[in-house]
């Protein structure tokens, strides 16, 4: 059964840094498509970043520079760094494993349950 | 890039049939066949409904469809039941490896 269960949520000032983590397991994250995904309270869904099987990554503008997604094949976990946060990046952040290969492509197949990132002073 | 267009807001009496669209652009719903949609209780986690424009995945009840004409993709649910009242985001590709969602659409079952 695939499960994904994040971590490292909480309070943090603005300008201050943060670690998600997202615990898999039924699956292994090095071999698949790796997205984190956030949703501000009250707010709709947005995409933050991409973490290729290949090592490739990508970001959302709004966090360009200032996030690092990666991953640590020892621990199947999926990590999303962040630095010089902001009021606006307050949200519950989701980790999903997405499904892409041939004609298909979606960012999000599995959820976890989702961490609360909270900025502010 | 502005998130795709959905209706704030649908509702429909149980059995009937109630369709939620969402409007992108040339660039993204108009260009590529990578649009998912995404069902969100109250306080959970949103879950995958449709991928690749209309494919369901294996435990979704064929109840729920999806399709594309343009830069409008649209979720429909035939026969509707009360515990489909959720949200409901669409999702697409919108090339150089990003992705775009809907604003949601809250679907209230009367």
Redesign the interface.
Same mark, same amino acid.
């Given at each position: 059964e695939v499960q994904l269960v994040e971590s490292g949520g909480g309070l943090v000032q603005p300008g201050g840094s943060l670690r998600l983590s997202c615990a898999a397991s039924g699956f292994t994250v090095s071999n698949n498509y790796m997205t984190w995904i956030r949703q501000a309270p009250g707010k709709g869904l947005e995409w933050v970043s991409t973490l290729y099987s290949s090592g490739n990554t990508y970001y959302a503008d709004s966090v360009k520079g200032r996030f690092t997604i990666s991953r640590d094949n020892s621990k199947n976990t999926l990590f999303l760094q962040m630095h010089s946060l902001r009021a606006e990046d307050t949200a519950v952040y989701y980790c999903a494993r997405g499904n892409c290969s041939g004609s298909s492509c979606n960012p999000a197949d599995y959820w976890g349950q989702g961490a609360l990132v909270t900025v502010s002073s | 890039?502005s998130?795709l267009t959905q209706p704030r807001s649908v509702s429909g009496s149980p059995r009937q049939p109630v369709t939620i669209s969402c409007t992108g652009t040339s660039s993204d719903v108009g260009f590529y066949?990578?649009v998912?949609w =995404?069902q969100q209780h109250p306080g959970k986690?949103?879950?995958?409904m449709i =991928?690749?424009v209309s494919?369901r995945?294996s435990e979704i009840p064929d109840r729920f469809s999806g399709s594309k004409s343009g830069n409008t993709a649209s979720l429909t649910i035939s026969g509707l039941q009360a515990e489909d009242e959720a949200d409901y985001?669409c999702?697409s =590709?919108a090339g150089?490896?990003?992705?775009?969602?809907?604003?949601?659409t809250k679907l209230t079952v009367l």
């Open positions: - | 890039q998130a066949d990578y998912s =995404y986690a949103p879950k995958l =991928y690749d494919k995945p985001y999702c =590709y150089s490896y990003t992705w775009i969602f809907g604003g949601g």
